[in-house]
């Protein structure tokens, strides 16, 4: 960034911008039926489908926090942490 665009606004916050994510289509769907916030939800819900070879899969736009609540969901998922 110049240094005259960025003389006097330190305190200034800088949005977060979105990033895309291709998640699989059949753990898109777990993570629909799954206990999302608001969030991660509205961003499964206006992500868009993409067909694939042997499936498809949804490209969801949304800020790096919310991918990595959908990773973190994901990996439980494929993952299970050890009850015991």
Not at 51 to 69: E, F, K, L
Request: net charge positive.
């Amino acid at each position: 960034m110049p240094e005259h665009a960025a003389a006097g606004r330190e305190d200034t916050a800088v949005p977060e911008l979105p990033v895309a994510l291709d998640i699989p289509g059949k753990l898109a769907d777990f993570l629909r039926a799954a206990e999302l916030d608001d969030a991660g939800r509205a961003a499964l819900d206006h992500g868009v489908t993409v067909r694939r070879s042997q499936g498809c899969a949804r490209r969801v736009n949304a800020t790096r926090a919310v991918h990595h609540a959908l990773l973190d969901r994901s990996q439980r998922r494929v993952r299970p942490r050890d009850a015991g």
